[in-house]
């Protein structure tokens, strides 16, 4: 018990000392043990990275799930050391939504085929989202993390005992040099013509006590400054580990872009391929919508056929009775289509496209070729030539020139 309060005891002193220190450090009335400039440029780069390094992860996780609900519940699943339960990523609940539309609309009709279609797409991106998170989580948050929970937490501490270390040090240097002031004050040339000599036994006296003390204080400073020397040096070292630090950040940063890079190569070839379905169906889809719809030439013209000039109307050949065999869906014959005398464009092919049938063309990326519209015709596809060849091409897969 006596050596718990007298440990209490010396620790509150300690602790005193200290606050004094740094309390007339902050006034101006002490001074203070500098560190050199490489040591500071060595921690102003620490603070630094652990800064950048906190915003990083921060933002990397409301990319990566930017629900602030379930990322509270994966952090607390994580500080309770607890597997994180499997979450519905949104493109798989939208593939649940179109599916199940799909069957109660009938998966025979063509709207039904498309939810169907588009609903597979959709669960094969969230998938693809899933892995990209899960892969993201480990390559990359969570060496971030266990910097910052693992290295940064030990270089606070280390730099928290130097700064106890600094404040000691020169708490002795200020004990030391007072204790030299009243020595010398102490040792100053008695009057030996004194009537009362007892004074000069008593500056006598005084004089070694002071020695004392200033050798008490050498010896101290001796201790701390040897104990703050020691401190800086494993400080130094880990501040110096920071490189290190970097180097590996950089590694996990490289695996984080190849992740997100195949995630987004995965997500546009599925689109692509979603695309070419859908182009493909297209024709019989619209062909089966405009039985339900009014005439061409009473509806209001689309938006994308704004995109091309007006084009006069051309005679054409008729094969079946009332309908024109040019613009006929599903029956175009290319012999029988002649371009307008205007209205014709140029257009950069941006992807490959296979075509479907012997109605359309092959398309293939960065090509340029002819194309034009003509009355009545699906908005989504164009007549699209490249030297004897023609056929219809659609829209989407073209760059429009002027």
Not at 49 to 73: D, G, Y
């Amino acid at each position: 018990m006596d050596f718990n309060v007298k440990k209490l005891a010396s620790d509150a002193g300690v602790f005193f000392s200290r606050a004094m220190q740094f309390t007339e450090e902050k006034l101006g009335q002490a001074e203070k043990t500098e560190l050199d400039a490489h040591f500071e440029n060595l921690m102003a780069r620490a603070d630094c990275t652990k800064n950048w390094t906190e915003k990083i992860l921060r933002q990397t996780e409301v990319l990566l799930q930017p629900n602030l609900s379930a990322r509270v519940e994966e952090f607390l699943y994580e500080k309770l050391d607890r597997k994180v339960p499997s979450r519905v990523t949104n493109g798989e609940l939208l593939a649940q939504y179109m599916t199940e539309a799909a069957n109660d609309f009938g998966p025979g009709t063509p709207y039904g085929k498309t939810l169907i279609k588009v609903g597979e797409t959709q669960r094969r991106l969230g998938a693809a989202e899933r892995d990209f998170i899960q892969s993201a989580s480990i390559n990359f948050l969570t060496p971030l993390r266990n910097f910052l929970e693992g290295d940064w937490r030990t270089i606070t501490k280390e730099r928290r005992t130097l700064q106890n270390c600094r404040l000691d040090l020169d708490a002795c240097k200020a004990r030391l040099k007072k204790a030299k002031a009243a020595e010398a004050k102490a040792a100053a040339v008695p009057d030996f013509q004194e009537t009362r000599p007892r004074n000069y036994v008593l500056s006598a006296s005084a004089s070694a006590l002071w020695s004392d003390e200033v050798e008490k204080a050498e010896h101290e400073l001796r201790l701390t400054q040897t104990e703050f020397d020691r401190q800086a040096e494993v400080t130094r070292l880990l501040l110096e580990g920071i490189s290190s630090t970097h180097v590996n950040h950089l590694r996990c940063l490289h695996e984080f872009v190849e992740s997100q890079t195949n995630y987004y190569a995965q997500c546009y070839q599925y689109m692509l391929d979603l695309q070419k379905q859908l182009g493909r169906f297209s024709g019989t889809f619209v062909g089966n919508a405009e039985s339900t719809s009014p005439p061409a030439a009473t509806a209001s013209p689309p938006a994308a056929a704004a995109t091309l000039p007006a084009v006069p109307t051309i005679p054409v050949v008729p094969t079946i009775v009332g309908v024109p065999s040019a613009v006929a869906e599903g029956v175009l014959n290319p012999n029988e289509v002649k371009p307008p005398a205007s209205g014709t464009r140029k257009a950069r092919v941006l992807y490959d496209y296979e075509a479907a049938d012997s109605t359309e063309l092959a398309l293939l990326a960065d090509e340029m070729i002819t194309v034009y519209s003509l009355p009545g015709m699906d908005p989504d596809w164009l007549i699209g030539e490249r030297g004897n060849q023609k056929g219809k091409v659609p829209v989407t897969y073209l760059e429009l020139l002027s």
